[in-house]
Structure formats: C-alpha cells, structure tokens
C-alpha cells in the first residue's frame, strides 16, 4: 500500500464538501484522509465531519485558528471566489500544496503575490478548471488540433456552443430546483446567445 496523503478542506459546501471531499473518501480512500475542516456554517461542521470522520477538535468555525498550524498534506480551498486569493496565501504560507477553487483573482498584483509565495514554499499548486476534462471540451479541443476550425470565427462559434451548452446546464438544474424566478432569468441568457448564434450563422452565408 503506497503513502496516505492528509487533507484539510477550507469551505465544505457545494463544491467542497459535496464534491471533493465526497469524491476522496468514496473513490480515493485508500489514497487520501481528510483530518480537517472548516467553515462558517456550524451545520456544514456537523454534517461532513460525521461523513468524513473527522474529529470534533478538528473542525473549525473561524479561518484564523484554522491557519495557526498546518494540519495536512493537501490545502483544499473550495470558499467563496473573493477569499480564493487570500486562503492560497496562508496556505502557502504553511507549506500546503493547494488544489483551489477557480477563479484565482482577476487582479495581476495579487497573481504575482500567489505565484511568489507558491515558489517560496516550494509546493504544487492546481485550480480546479475541471470542465477541461470532460468528454465535450476534450471533443472540441480534439477537432481543433486536428485542424477542423482554421480562423477566428470557427473559435468564436464553438466558444458560443459551448457558452451555450452551459447554460442550458444551468438552466436543467434550475428546472429541478423549481425556481422560477431564476428560470425566467436564465431563459433571458439562452435566448441571447440563441440569437448570437444565428447572427454567427448569417455571418458564414453572407461571407
């Protein structure tokens, strides 16, 4: 049996709890142990501590004490996409290689500061752009290093099918959490990119 790696997972949500850390203890248990977790949510605590197993005295309500010491191998930062920049640092700071949540930041000064502190600490650093991997992007980006679209339009029309795509995602599962209110408003974006398409599409019989 190879080596365990530790995890600590700041923001057991949707995408942390849910996702990662389900993932981990369901399909990599024989890899991975989550030892510690944290989130401002006291029934988020409660409800993937028991899943995950992790002891009460390893479940923390508030960052700052969560960071005084670095309590595993792996940095799992899955909070909201404004505390992204600010989690990464501390844990670089501890000496974490970090798997986080996207985006990073849209500020250039702030991704210098990351990268600089990812070198200091000498560890490995992923975001987690995981659509890259599913079977529809690895498709288009397959017909592209194959030379199928050969200029910028053919770009702007797959990158518009794929926008597309997505939303009606989004618009599937706001369908099945029965709110309409954002269905109405998700309709209005499937409509807009509908009608970019079918300019795109004149676009290709006019020229």
Not at 79 to 108: A, Q, S, W
Not at 114 to 125: D, H, I, R, V
Request: aromatic share 14%.
């Amino acid at each position: 049996m190879g080596k365990m790696y530790t995890v600590a997972i700041i923001g057991v949500g949707a995408r942390g709890g849910d996702v990662y850390g389900s993932l981990l203890v369901e399909n990599k248990k024989d890899l991975f142990k989550i030892v510690s977790i944290c989130d401002l949510r006291q029934e988020r605590l409660d409800r993937f501590g028991e899943i995950f197993d992790v002891p009460e005295n390893a479940r923390f309500k508030d960052e700052e004490t969560f960071f005084q010491e670095k309590r595993a191998d792996l940095l799992i930062v899955a909070t909201p996409d404004k505390c992204h920049v600010r989690h990464c640092l501390k844990g670089f700071e501890l000496g974490y290689n970090i798997m986080t949540e996207k985006p990073l930041t849209d500020n250039k000064e702030e991704c210098e500061a990351l990268l600089a502190a990812q070198k200091k600490a000498g560890t490995k650093a992923l975001v987690c752009h995981v659509l890259r991997y599913t079977p529809f992007y690895k498709t288009v980006k397959k017909a592209i290093m194959d030379g199928l679209f050969d200029n910028t339009i053919d770009y702007l029309y797959i990158l518009l099918f794929l926008l597309l795509l997505m939303l009606l995602i989004y618009q599937y599962l706001l369908f099945l959490l029965c709110n309409r209110i954002l269905l109405k408003f998700c309709y209005i974006h499937v409509y807009y990119i509908l009608y970019n398409l079918l300019l795109l599409e004149l676009y290709y019989l006019i020229h």
